[in-house]
């Protein structure tokens, strides 16, 4: 089974800096796009910081300039840094992989999510 590992949540305050990671195991055959989400109560899972197979990146307009997304392709890992934490930026963030699975084909993978709190 696919499994994705998140770490580097918790609580810092404004103007702070964390680092997510999330590595997937588990019968990976190749990984494709790796992402980065984020859900506050009440409102609609958003995608903050994507990242292609390739290293072509995008990111939400309200993290850009704060947040950098970038993956280790041996490790099957990506990384959010993110600086100048704001208290908006306070969520759960959450790990998306798209990968092809040994007899499962392709499919979309998420982690179970990491609380990231800014507050002072």
């Known amino acids: 089974q696919v499994q994705l590992a998140e770490s580097g949540g918790g609580l810092v305050q404004p103007g702070g800096s964390l680092r997510l990671s999330c590595a997937a195991s588990?019968?990976?055959?190749?990984?494709?796009?790796m992402g980065w989400y984020r859900q506050t109560p009440g409102k609609q899972r958003e995608l903050v910081a994507s990242?292609?197979?390739?290293?072509?990146?995008n990111f939400a307009d309200s993290v850009k300039g704060r947040f950098t997304i970038s993956r280790a392709n041996a490790k099957n890992t990506v990384y959010l840094q993110m600086i100048s934490l704001k208290p908006e930026d306070t969520a759960v963030y959450y790990c998306?992989?798209?990968?092809?699975?040994?007899?499962?084909?392709?499919?979309?993978?998420w982690g179970q999510g990491t609380q990231v709190t800014v507050s002072s």
């Open positions: 990242i292609s197979s390739g290293g072509s990146t």
């Open positions: 588990g019968g990976i055959v190749s990984i494709y796009a």
């Open positions: 998306n992989v798209d990968a092809t699975v040994n007899l499962i084909g392709r499919m979309n993978f």
